[in-house]
Every structure is written in structure tokens, then in C-alpha cells.
């Protein structure tokens, strides 16, 4: 079971998510577990301020490391402790399954300028989903959840289904097909309806690696490649000339 705390300033942002599709049949089956905390809960006084203006001036405001670390310490012990920030290190498919692998997540979301720097030293991690600037970090924790709770073992019907997603053997996934064999004057590749299971997987490994050699290469310089795959990349290359 791997449960999640999300801390967030709009619980009302996640909420709904829980309650459809794969993440709340997980639920249902006792595979996760999500709990959600209102940060606001932990601002102290009448007013429950939980932010206030930045030293040294400037636009916004930011959000109080008292307050913040306050709803932190509430869900200790924890695993690991996420703060999602866009300095954060980048969110990829590996530390995905090094997180499937724990008990408890605490994702700290932020909103504003962001969160006081001091509580950085009160989080096992950074993270960012992407180098671009969201409005809050609930997008950010809900990525963080979609990609590890699809890895916890029997949260996706067929197990297979993750292991070969792209990423997941250092390439993109191949292109899929589905009915109808025509569709629009554009035809399903032949060997797919062969019936040749080996003819399929080395067809589906080759568009892999076209993929990944056309859309994203920087990713072939750390795929763990056979010396067939890289006979293949070298005609695929040899092609594009
Ligand atoms: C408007 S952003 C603050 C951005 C901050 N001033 C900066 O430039 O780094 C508010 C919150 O959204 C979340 N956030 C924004 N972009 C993110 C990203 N790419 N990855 C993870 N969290 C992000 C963080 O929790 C952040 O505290």
C-alpha cells in the first residue's frame, strides 16, 4: 500500500480526482491511499494567514515557512517529503519507481511566489514537473501521483502494459494501432496483423528506436541498447540521408 499526503491551500483541486478511473478503483482496492490536508489548518490566529509579503521587496506574496512546516511535521514519519517547485530536479519515469517503491509521500504543493526557502531544508526532495511555471503545485502533485500509483502492483489490470510505456526501457513507445485496419486512406503496417509475434516485437523495438532517434535523441546516449538496436539506429540513420 503506498499512501499519499497532498498539502495543498485548495484540497478542492484534488479531490475530484481521486474519485474516478484508475486512481479511485486503487483506492477502492486498498492498493493506495489518498489524503489530502488543508495548509490553511495549520495558520495560527483568528485570520489563518497563511502568507505573507517577501523580504527585500517585490511582486506577490510568499507563503510562511511556520505554516508550511507546521502541516509538514503533522504527517511525520513520512518516506520522502515532495516539495514541487519548478527549481526542483526534474520529475522522470526512474524517480517515478523509486518513489512506487515507498510507504508514504508527503507532495507539498505551493501557490504565490512560493514557499519561504528555509522549509527546503525540512524536504527530503525537490521536484518539478517541467520547465515551465504553474499557478500552484496541485498539477504537480497529481502528476507525481498518476505516474507512481500506475506502478504499484495491481493498480493496472495487465502488468506489461507499464513496462514496455514509454520511457520505462529508455526509448518512446512504438506507435499503436487500433480498428479500423483503413482509416482515412492511412493503413495499419502490414506485420502487425501477421500473426508473427517475433516479426512484431522487432518491428515495434525499430519504430521505438525511430521515434526516439527522430523526437528524442538525447535519450539513446543512456538506453541500455543491444548491438542489434544499434545496427538498426545505424540504417535508420544511413535512411534519413
Ligand atoms: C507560481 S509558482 C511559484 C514560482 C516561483 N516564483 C518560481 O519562479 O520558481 C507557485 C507554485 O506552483 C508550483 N509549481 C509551479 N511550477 C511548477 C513545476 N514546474 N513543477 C512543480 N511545481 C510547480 C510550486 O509548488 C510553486 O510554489
Known sequence: MLRYTVLTL????IQPWTEEALLAKAIQRGLIQIDIRDIRDYAPGKHRQVDDYPYGG?????LRP???LGAIEDQLPADE???LTPAGEPFRQPLAEELAAKEHLVLVSGRYEGIDARVENFVTREVSIGDFVLMGGEVAALAVIEATARLVPGVLGDPESHRLDSFSWGLLDYPQYTRPPEFRGLKVPEVLTSGHHGKVAEWRRR???RRTLERRPELLKSAPLTEEDLRWLAELD???E
Open 238 to 240: 544511413e535512411e534519413a
Open 10 to 13: 485548495f484540497p478542492r483541486l
Open 81 to 83: 517529503v515532495i516539495l
Open 207 to 209: 519504430e521505438a528506436l
Open 58 to 62: 517585490g511582486a506577490g506574496m510568499v
Open 66 to 68: 511556520d505554516v508550511v
